[in-house]
């Protein structure tokens, strides 16, 4: 069955970086965009940023332009998030979602990554 | 990119039907069918409810139904039941190849 499995929870200090992953299986990486979306506590969703599947391109949302890098591992099967430069403001949980080719909706979801940045 | 307006809160009584507003712009909700719909227990992943403004996923109720008039899209959910309650967001593609959710809205079943 299709599943994304993402990496734990995390806490980091202001200014450093933090990398989430998410590992796909029960489909082809390859034939999905994988989206993230991210949501404050008590707030509502945030769309980020997409990976497409063949050809490493990336958008994100202008928000997180320069602080946020999507890569993916085919071998693995595992597509990354990495957010630099983190305020306290990104103290969220970070889903990752599916999206087949040119779909434009999200049909599978991550279980979420809590990131807290706290000094 | 601004976040597409929803109304905070909605409730009604079991067996009612109520309605969820997802306001935007020409330039997403207005100028594509690509509205989607999500909804979201507490402490859980975002569901799939609606996509391209009115079509359900296979194992959707069909008590959930979409549709959209200019820059509005609505998601109704008929037969309001107790598992309903929850938050629901809609998301559209937009005209700079990005994508932009609503606001939310909680739904309370009385």
């Known amino acids: 069955q299709v599943q994304l499995v993402q990496s734990g929870a995390e806490v980091k200090e202001p200014g450093a970086s933090v990398k989430v992953s998410c590992k796909a299986s029960g489909y082809t990486l390859t034939s999905y965009y994988t989206h993230w979306v991210r949501q404050a506590p008590g707030q509502g969703l945030e769309w980020m940023g997409v990976?497409?599947?063949?050809?490493?391109?990336?958008k994100s949302a202008q928000k997180f332009q320069g602080r946020v890098t999507m890569t993916r591992d085919t071998s693995t099967s595992t597509v990354y998030m990495e957010l630099s430069s983190l305020r306290s403001e990104d103290t969220a949980v970070y889903y990752c979602a599916r999206e087949m080719r040119d779909t434009f909706y999200f049909d599978y979801w991550g279980q979420g990554t809590l990131v807290t940045v706290s000094s | 990119q601004s976040a597409l307006t929803q109304p905070a809160s909605v409730s009604g009584s079991p067996g009612q039907s109520i309605t969820i507003s997802c306001t935007g712009t020409?330039?997403?909700?207005?100028?594509?069918?690509?509205v989607s719909w999500y909804q979201q227990h507490p402490g859980k992943a975002p569901k799939l409810m609606i996509y391209?403004?009115?079509n359900r996923p296979s194992g959707v109720s069909n008590r959930f139904s979409g549709s959209k008039s200019g820059n509005t899209a609505s998601l109704t959910i008929s037969g309001l039941q107790a598992e309903d309650e929850a938050d629901y967001y809609c998301?559209?593609?937009?005209?700079?190849?990005?994508?932009?959710f609503g606001t939310g809205t909680k739904v309370t079943v009385l």
């Open positions: 391209h403004v009115s």
């Open positions: 998301n559209s593609y937009t005209s700079t190849s990005t994508y932009v």
């Open positions: 020409s330039s997403d909700v207005g100028g594509y069918n690509r």
């Open positions: 990976i497409a599947p063949t050809t490493d391109t990336t």
